[in-house]
């Protein structure tokens, strides 16, 4: 069901109103919607998407865990030569699941954390077009990747790499069944990504407010955009691959068997395909949060706002020009590497665009160096950094020593660690007062800052020159006399350091969470979002407002006196009220039409692991996961479109008190 809005009829209606006495038919059973769930139900069936946000958010923290302890076993296991902390086969199970829960577990869903919580609110809409096809990626994802975590238990976790090379990956070198594993959970995931996509293209294609016309969208939501896009072009091949794999390893099939004729680079190609823009559609979200907060901090617009959004669109393009540049060292031809080593030098140029333009933002600002601000510059740093060396890779000579060397792991780390995660970190404490209503605590804050990025650069920084000695990557231990014992020291010590910086973090979301104030505008920001309470209530604006410029709520609170000095005419605060006042003179909340919550999300979504583990283990569970699904189906389309006890009239003034309208 799409969201609507209705306004009050101006005039008769074409058709007659009936006699007043007409009731909603009351529907039956589990068609009926669970109006009434209060508590944790209430979270379970929501289709709201600030609570579809913030569970993004929950969950990624959680994987994050799952995702963290392996990654320090692997430098527990590293720290000296001859480790035995881990054999050779549970390194191998240990550094995929990192990587894999990492990057599709972590990285990419606190990304639609962030887009989901707070596009909508930026467009000033009252939530995405299709809510309950929003619940269903958010349970398919979460469900995808407990799915994964599963096989710890279940005969052994995947071990080929998350980039899962044939022919590695087959039968003969992984035979338990962790790879199984591993392409369903790309499968059920991909499944959330594509459908969340499609969703929220039409959403801020289709529901932004009058006036926001596309160069009137908040930096953020562009980039929110164009990473929606990169998922529905890059998803779908990953998918494929992942099929392909699955069908060799349980059906016999031979896509990528050497023995049977089968070229072992067709997935190479495939998941490269996908993985170079999978590098950007995790760094551009965080670049708009970025572009977001360095205006905010420094008291200026953000400098050259047309370049930065179209560099973002040039960087999107381009991103699956340049995926062979993965592939040098694996006998492409002269042809092949020199058009591959040139497109990656060029999209280069778009991204040093951004660098500049923030730079700029900054040259000549008003500094404020709160935790928000400290962590996005610390993302223009190493991000720039990151993006250095990778520029070393389109020289075809040069990366052909690099590859396979630790050199490598330092420099998506830094791309990837330091263009994402900071940047997302720094929206949590910049959006975290609209969301829960408190400041998260400043000198935590600079406490979390300043161990993360000392921990980040031990942890990384030195594994260039690791991999510039020769050590290789993926290798489970060393010999001693390599040279390489002092900086893989220095490294696990930065990553237990940098564990203890989200530690603090944990600490701060604990102790900041007895002191809300409920500001509506705490940083004096720049764009709508800001316009309505903290947090917002589950319809987002009693009265959708109307923009008349790009930073629609700074331009609400400045302005320049006849002298031509800028001058606040109005706090934060003041424009929230107003907007208030307004909209209680309108009525506008008596005609808000809210989506309903619904069961059937998480029950279609609780279905497809059961059809995984069929497919692994037992056809006879996979029929069941099936009827699941198809159930959850059926319900779907017969449900009623809209609860009769649902609001028609005013519209919760929280979301407290929104439970039962999700």
């Not at 919580?117 to 995405?128: M, T």
């Not at 993985?275 to 572009?291: K, R, T």
């Not at 601000?373 to 250095?388: D, E, K, P, S, Y």
């Not at 969470?513 to 209530?537: G, L, N, Q």
Request: glycine fraction near 10%; include cysteine.
């Amino acid at each position: 069901m799409a969201i609507v809005e209705q306004d009050r009829p101006a005039g008769p209606l074409a058709l007659p109103a009936g006699d007043g006495e007409h009731r909603e038919r009351e529907p039956l059973g589990v068609f009926s919607r669970p109006v009434h769930a209060r508590g944790w139900r209430s979270w379970l069936f929501t289709v709201d998407h600030k609570r579809i946000g913030i569970m993004y958010g929950a969950a990624a923290l959680f994987f994050l865990i799952l995702g963290g302890v392996p990654a320090l076993l692997i430098r527990a296991q590293l720290a000296g030569p001859n480790g035995t902390v881990l054999t050779a086969d549970q390194y191998n199970q240990v550094m995929t699941m990192h990587g894999t829960v990492m990057i599709f577990l972590v990285v990419m869903p606190i990304g639609a954390c962030f887009i989901n919580y707070l596009v909508p609110l930026q467009i000033g809409a009252r939530d995405v077009a299709f809510p309950r096809l929003n619940a269903l990626s958010f349970w398919t994802f979460l469900f995808g990747g407990l799915f994964l975590n599963l096989s710890w238990i279940l005969g052994g976790a995947p071990d080929g790499g998350w980039f899962s090379y044939a022919p590695n990956t087959g039968v003969v070198f992984s035979p338990t069944h962790g790879m199984d594993f591993w392409a369903l959970t790309i499968i059920i995931t991909g499944i959330a990504s594509s459908v969340g996509a499609v969703n929220l293209i039409v959403t801020m294609l289709n529901m932004r407010a009058p006036g926001m016309s596309l160069m009137r969208m908040p930096i953020f939501t562009w980039m929110a955009l164009v990473t929606q896009f990169l998922l529905l072009f890059a998803i779908p091949v990953l998918t494929v691959a992942a099929f392909l794999l699955f069908f060799d390893r349980r059906f016999g099939a031979n896509f990528f068997d050497v023995s049977q004729g089968a070229d072992p680079l067709l997935w190479q190609h495939l998941f490269w395909i996908f993985g170079h823009p999978e590098v950007y559609l995790m760094i551009l979200p965080a670049f708009g949060i970025v572009s977001e907060v360095l205006p905010v901090f420094a008291r200026k617009p953000l400098f050259g706002y047309p370049f930065v959004v179209f560099s973002g669109v040039a960087i999107a393009f381009m991103g699956f020009g340049v995926w062979a540049h993965h592939m040098f060292a694996s006998g492409l031809g002269p042809v092949s590497v020199a058009a591959f080593a040139l497109a990656t030098m060029f999209i280069a140029v778009p991204t040093g665009v951004k660098i500049i333009n923030w730079v700029a933002t900054m040259w000549g600002g008003r500094l404020k160096f709160d935790p928000a601000m400290l962590f996005a510059i610390a993302l223009v740093l190493q991000f720039t950094l990151g993006g250095l060396s990778g520029v070393t890779h389109a020289i075809a000579p040069a990366d052909t020593q690099q590859t396979d060397t630790y050199y490598i792991v330092a420099h998506f780390h830094y791309v990837l660690f330091g263009g994402a995660l900071f940047g997302f970190v720094a929206g949590w404490y910049f959006w975290w007062p609209k969301v829960f209503g408190y400041k998260l605590n400043r000198t935590l804050g600079l406490v979390h800052f300043w161990w993360m990025v000392i921990g980040f650069n031990l942890t990384f920084g030195f594994m260039h020159i690791l991999g510039l000695q020769g050590m290789p990557r993926r290798i489970y231990t060393y010999a001693d006399g390599m040279g390489w014992n002092l900086w893989n020291m220095v490294s696990t010590a930065g990553a237990f350091i940098l564990a203890t910086s989200f530690i603090v973090f944990f600490v701060n979301i604990f102790v900041s969470r007895k002191h809300k104030t409920h500001e509506v505008d705490p940083w004096d920001a720049r764009s709508i979002e800001w316009m309505t309470s903290s947090p917002p209530p589950a319809h987002n604006f009693d009265e959708i407002p109307v923009v008349h410029h790009l930073d629609e709520f700074w331009y609400r609170k400045y302005a320049e006196d006849d002298d031509g000095q800028l001058v606040q005419i109005a706090t934060g605060d003041e424009v929230y009220r107003k907007e208030l006042a307004q909209a209680e003179q309108d009525h506008a909340a008596e005609h808000m039409h809210m989506p309903s919550v619904s069961y059937w999300p998480i029950v279609f979504s609780a279905g497809l692991p059961l059809v995984g583990l069929g497919m692994i283990f037992n056809l006879g569970l996979a029929v069941l996961g099936g009827l699941v699904s198809l159930v959850a189906l059926f319900g779907w389309v017969l449900e009623p479109s809209v609860a009769p006890e649902d609001s028609h009239g005013p519209a919760p003034a929280s979301e407290e008190e929104a439970v039962s309208v999700g």
